[in-house]
């Protein structure tokens, strides 16, 4: 069975300061890598996800993700962040096929993210 | 903007009640899911429905009872919840041969 580890579980960042939380995940097979964003009192909203080719992914917001196969890390890093970056940051992995279109997705424990203006 | 859409967004029931909620989208995926997410934890899986047909059960206790009366269509029937159930449940889908599940807005319930 696929896990997923999130090393921070609480980030304190100052506004423009650059971010990179770890993920890593455990599974030996053909892995989709996903990390999701949910706001203070909102849904899960997909910010990025990686399949296959370029192992660098550009999602929405100025966040992107490293996949580094060796290393079985999946990394999210922004540039410069802001108080709008303020949210909780859940990577995830679906590895199993359920079979008949579903997937088994698998989340970390999550990263809080705060943003000090 | 999620197409996944659940309703009612926040309910209050009390442990003798019974309710449901209701889930739809319109994206022709034919995977649907409940997940129950508490307060600063990842989502956990409880069903899954695949081509209207149960394939997942997460070992949930049975006052919580699904039913997919069709495609676009995810239901959650509650009966005789306790308090530790009150949290988000999320609702989401998937396309065959797709990889990306989406996630409704989910309905937040206090059970007291």
Redesign the interface.
Known sequence: AQSVSQHNHHVILSEAASLELGCNYSYGGTVNLFWYVQYPGQHLQLLLKYFSGDPLVKGIKGFEAEFIKSKFSFNLRKPSVQWSDTAEYFCAVNAAYSGAGSYQLTFGKGTKLSVIP | D?EVTQTPKHLVMGMTNKKSLKCEQHMG???M?WYKQKA????E?MF????EKL??NESVPSRFSPECPNSSLLNLHLHALQPEDSALY?CAS????G????????SWLTVV
């Open positions: 999620t995926h034919r995977a899911y600063k934890k990842p989502p899986l899954v429905y695949s081509y394939s997942i999320l998937s396309q065959d041969g990889n990306t599940i989406y996630f409704g807005e989910g």
